[in-house]
């Protein structure tokens, strides 16, 4: 019973959340880039009800079109991660031997490297921006996906469905496409709910680090970069984003938790 | 002398954190483990009665006089050691170490050394130590980067203890700002940065501590010439974050700031503390910098028309809250070859847009989005300049100019800066004493590497005057020659001007003595003790 609040509440931010980001020019009342020096720092008030930043832009605009970012750089990441994942993962489960262990060592190297001191570096050799950082994020997010999908796919190539697929001729793609993966997506929900989460910190962390998405473009991570030099005087600029990533996260972070307990629960039967 | 800035800050992120397995989600993990070492808490800094303490932003690079360019580390290395002449609060120069200076003719100079003054270990500064000095920036394998400026000089002689003299290669009236140089004692050697630990000046301070990046501690010396300072010492603190610095001097573990503030944190300190706040005018001037081999931007109309299109005003107003002035050029009024009557430009963006149509840069579509051209400008990535940049590319676009904003770290800006890998760029110039650095900076012979002329200017006029001033040394004739240069640069914009900066000082009530120089040097150290506080 409380499980399904819980993930009814996420299911209903992600929902808001996706609107957001969807409706950005029909909800944010200003253009999020309209500078006006002369209303600095303005406290919440009517004709900005999240107030403005230091140089005099809407801060609920900003707050809305950084949604897209967050949005965009949680997709995408995760998108191209599972699909890398899923491939190393499958090969490696449905083969074994040395294909298995030469990819699950590229992985274990992989995944020995602290992950946002290696975004870190790509984005700083790649130069700042948010494709860079889509494709750090993404090139050293799959390893979990994959490790993931290899221990099903092992699992699964011993069960007799499986078997028989394999008797009736279909070949190692037809396999894994048709027969194996229907069983692997629900792990593999759960795994990319937190991992868009993740993705979504690791993009406010790097822009916040100045190496994200570039001025003017609002991002919550480096909203709360510009805003940090305010903090004494004028806190919104910092609660704000601060408060709209916390809201994305728990958002993912409850649909991922539900989706588990249910997902899970029924696998048990 | 160039400000610098480092680029390191002090990383401390709280976000929520979101309850996922660690060891499935790499990413996370290392994010939470990247994160850690910026918690860690700021070094704690003893504090011995009668000690200040006094917070910078970013730290001293070397402290060897010789070596000492950016202004942090010459302001620090100027408590430590003695000059020949030092520039006073109007920076005229007054004698310290040189008891008189006499123009034999226009290129040998007498210089008599004061007798009494000692370094640090108590050996008497003689003539000897004032030669080495010298010898040392000047010898060929010298890697000093003050070599250049002192390029004129052919050589000191000593003539006796106490006696030298000055030969330079041609008469060159600015000779007097080389007696500047931090006179360092004989055998001091040059060559490496290590041995930055162990640095022996005879100024009022002697060097107690020096942790790069963190703090340099100095102690009062008990035996100084001019008398001792009423201080224990003085620690620089350096604190990257401008919000840390605040709250530190908040909690009183910060005796002094100057300059290194965030403008919008002076109304706050302020009200918050009880910080006796000075504001000065001062003379560190910043321009933006111009590639004049760009096509686009080897045109006077479109410099002039940048210049048109920056609202100055609005800048200085809000995001430095009235510290600065907007500035007509390079030298500040209170300089004495300061020329006030030259051509300004304030805010007109449509002259500007006109200028711009005029030049065949005509806007494609009007007021719609196409500009009219690109240009790409280079700051740092200190956060006021990159709000700065904002604002200039906001006003920019506004006469249909799309300014494409790179923001570096220091070490990377500066070093294409020197190179003239620009389009625009934006710096500042700090303690300009003679007005002979224009011929740094604009004289054709100055093109990168033989000086600063980083964009390349080239004016068959303006060098024969600098030539002129600077063989000239009727003080008189300088003012004049220079007045002229300063409206032929204002008319084609080599430089646009921008403010020049106010200095701020932020001290704890019981700080007295302490004075803001122009240049927001430390000279007046010396003098600041530390009163009994008041009992409430």
Redesign the interface.
């Given at each position: 019973m409380n499980g399904k609040v819980f993930l009814f509440a996420g299911v209903a931010i992600l929902l808001v959340l996706l609107a957001t980001a969807g409706l950005a020019p029909w909800i944010a009342p200003y253009d999020p880039?309209q500078?006006n020096?002369?209303n600095?720092?303005a406290t919440p008030s009517r004709g900005h009800p999240l107030g403005t930043d230091?140089?005099?832009r809407d801060m609920l605009s900003r707050v809305v079109y950084g949604s897209r970012i967050s949005v965009l750089v949680g997709t995408s990441t995760v998108t191209i991660a599972v699909l890398i994942g899923l491939l190393v993962g499958s090969l490696s489960g449905y083969f074994g031997g040395w294909v298995d262990h030469l990819l699950m060592r590229l992985v274990d190297i992989l995944?020995a490297?602290?992950?946002?001191?290696?975004?870190?570096a790509f984005t700083a050799v790649l130069g700042p921006g948010l494709d860079h950082v889509v494709l750090a994020?993404s090139l050293?997010?799959w390893?979990?996906y994959a490790r993931?999908v290899r221990g099903e796919i092992m699992a699964l190539r011993e069960r007799d469905f499986v078997h028989a697929a394999q008797a009736l001729g279909g070949s190692p793609a037809r396999v894994i496409a048709l027969h194996m993966l229907p069983n692997l997506l629900p792990p593999l929900v759960i795994?990319a709910t937190?991992?868009m989460?993740?993705?979504i910190?690791?993009e406010?962390?790097l822009s916040?680090?100045?190496l994200g998405a570039q001025?003017?473009t609002p991002s919550w991570g480096s909203m709360l970069n510009?805003g940090?030099?305010?903090?004494?005087?004028?806190p919104h600029l910092t609660a704000f984003p601060?408060l709209a990533?916390?809201v994305a996260?728990?958002g993912?972070?409850l649909v991922?938790?539900g989706l588990r307990d249910r997902l899970e629960k029924k696998g048990q039967r | 002398m160039e400000l610098t800035h480092s680029s390191k800050r002090a990383i401390s992120l709280s976000k929520p954190r979101p309850k996922v397995k660690l060891d499935k989600i790499p990413i996370f993990a290392a994010a939470l483990a990247a994160l850690l070492p910026g918690c860690r808490p700021a070094p704690r800094v003893e504090r011995p009665p009668g000690m200040l303490v006094i917070a910078l932003e970013s730290g001293p690079t070397r402290l060897d006089p010789r070596y000492a360019t950016d202004a942090t580390s010459a302001r620090i290395s100027a408590l430590i050691f003695n000059s020949l002449a030092r520039p006073d609060e109007n920076l005229r120069l007054q004698p310290e170490l040189a008891q008189t200076w006499q123009a034999l003719d226009d290129r040998t100079y007498i210089v008599r050394v004061k007798q009494g003054a000692a370094f640090h270990d108590g050996r008497p500064l003689t003539a000897a130590d004032v030669k080495y000095t010298y010898d040392s920036v000047l010898k060929p394998d010298s890697r000093s980067p003050k070599r250049g400026a002192l390029r004129f000089l052919e050589a000191v002689d000593w003539l006796g203890p106490y006696e030298l003299r000055f030969r330079l290669s041609g008469p060159f009236a600015p000779f007097l700002e080389s007696l500047t140089l931090g006179i360092v004692p004989e055998g001091a050697r040059s060559d490496d940065a290590s041995g930055e630990q162990r640095l022996i000046g005879s100024g009022p301070f002697s060097l107690a501590e020096y942790l790069p990046g963190e703090k340099v501690v100095l102690k009062s010396n008990p035996a100084y010439w001019e008398g001792p300072s009423r201080l224990a010492g003085v620690t620089f603190k350096v604190i990257p974050d401008a919000v840390v610095r605040a709250l530190e001097f908040k909690k009183g573990t910060i005796d002094l700031i100057q300059n290194d503030l965030e403008p919008d944190m002076v109304p706050w300190l302020r009200s918050h503390t009880d910080a006796a706040i000075e504001i000065r005018e001062g003379d560190i001037f910043q321009y933006v910098g111009i590639n004049l081999e760009h096509p686009i931007l080897k045109r006077r109309e479109v410099r002039e028309a940048l210049a048109y299109a920056i609202d100055r005003g609005a800048i200085i107003r809000h995001l430095l809250k009235g510290l600065a002035i907007p500035a007509t050029g390079l030298l500040a009024p209170g300089h004495w070859a300061y020329e006030g009557s030259v051509p300004q430009r304030a805010y007109r963006p449509d002259e500007a847009k006109r200028l711009l149509d005029r030049a065949g840069f005509a806007d494609p579509d009007g007021e719609g989005p196409l500009p009219r051209f690109k240009l790409s400008y280079k700051t740092t990535n200190i956060d006021l300049r990159k709000r700065i940049a904002e604002a200039l590319k906001e006003q920019l676009s506004r006469v249909g100019i799309d300014l494409e904003v790179r923001t570096y770290e220091w070490g990377t800006f500066y070093g294409d800066v020197k190179q003239g890998n620009f389009q625009l760029y934006s710096l500042e110039w700090v303690g300009v004493v003679d007005p002979d650095i224009y011929y740094n900076l604009f004289h054709s012979s100055s093109i990168p590497p033989n000086g600063n002329n980083r964009g390349r200017y080239r004016n068959t006029e303006i060098d024969k005057l600098l030539e002129q001033a600077r063989r000239n040394s009727a003080l008189d004739e300088r003012k004049r020659l220079y007045g002229k240069i300063q409206q032929l640069l204002a008319t084609d914009l080599p430089y646009i001007p921008m403010w020049w900066k106010k200095n701020v000082v932020v001290r704890k009530p019981e700080v007295r003595g302490f004075a803001l120089y122009p240049d927001g040097d430390f000279g007046s150290l010396k003098q600041v003790f530390l009163a009994d506080r008041p009992t409430p």
């Open positions: 880039t500078q020096l002369e600095d720092l230091k140089l005099g995944m490297f602290p992950g946002i001191l290696l975004a870190i994020l050293l997010g390893t979990g993931l795994q937190f991992g989460a993740a993705a910190i690791a406010g962390s916040f680090l100045g001025p003017p510009e940090r030099q305010f903090i004494l005087v004028a601060g990533i916390m996260i728990l993912l972070n991922g938790d | -």
